[in-house]
Nanobody, 122 residues
């Protein structure tokens, strides 16, 4: 019932910045908590961060804490992932996902986007 489309990925040099967008269909996007995940070739999917339905609660993985920021604009049905001070190890396919409950560490999300590629060169 909910479609998610990520955008904003690309190639950037180490130390640079990118902002990813997760656009959702419908006008009930504000009912969902949204998480960001990433997966590099040959590695398991990694949790990046999550934002609550009203944006009041945020949680980030230690690997990105202080560098990445999640925000949302429910009027635009969009969640953002601002990535600063990018490192080569941040290179991955980035996904957004939506679920009803705010549960840090949960792998079970109801809806997933298809991902957008982020490549960080040294």
């Amino acid at each position: 019932q909910v479609q998610l489309v990520e955008s904003g990925g690309g190639l950037v040099q180490a130390g640079g910045s990118l902002r990813l967008s997760c656009a959702a269909s419908g006008h009930t996007f504000g009912n969902y908590n949204v998480g960001w995940f990433r997966q590099a070739p040959g590695k398991e999917r990694e949790f990046v961060g999550v934002i609550s339905r009203n944006g009041a609660s945020l949680y980030y993985a230690d690997s990105v804490k202080g560098r990445f920021t999640i925000s949302r604009d429910n009027a635009k049905n969009t969640v953002y992932l601002q990535m600063n001070s990018l490192k080569p190890e941040d290179t991955a396919l980035y996904y957004c996902a939506a679920r009803m409950g705010f549960v840090v560490g949960a792998a079970e999300y109801d809806y997933w986007g298809r991902g957008t590629q982020v490549t960080v060169s040294s």
